[in-house]
């Protein structure tokens, strides 16, 4: 059964940064292509960033310039590094992973449980 699990949420102060991380397990890291999502209270799930087949990244025009995807084969983890964090990122995130490139869309077949990222203004 594949699995991913989030970490490195938590709270920080405007301006700052974090690292998520998402570690798979099972079948499910390689060939697949990675997303990330996230969900403020009150608000529907947003696409932030996705990685493809060809190794390209979608960003979010609301994160671009600021959050950068990358991921280590060897760990089978992904990250998001997450810099000059404003309140508005306050959010529950959340990993997805398809052999599919759904890119930005929410049609992953394999999701993580979220984890919070708090930003204090």
């Known amino acids: 059964q594949a699995q991913l699990v989030e970490s490195g949420g938590g709270s920080v102060q405007s301006g700052g940064s974090l690292t998520l991380s998402c570690a798979a397990s099972?079948?499910?890291?390689?060939?697949?292509?990675m997303g990330w999502f996230r969900q403020a209270p009150g608000k529907e799930r947003e696409g932030v960033a996705a990685?493809?087949?060809?190794?390209?990244?979608s960003y979010a025009d609301f994160v671009k310039g600021r959050f950068t995807l990358s991921r280590d084969p060897d760990k089978d983890t992904a990250y998001l590094l997450m810099n000059n964090l404003t309140p508005e990122d306050t959010a529950m995130y959340f990993c997805?992973?398809?052999?599919?490139?759904?890119?930005?869309?929410?049609?992953?077949?394999?999701w993580g449980q979220g984890i919070q990222v708090t930003v204090s203004s």
């Open positions: 997805a992973a398809d052999y599919v490139p759904w890119r930005l869309q929410e049609r992953y077949r394999h």
């Open positions: 099972g079948d499910v890291f390689e060939g697949y292509c």
């Open positions: 990685s493809g087949k060809d190794g390209t990244s």
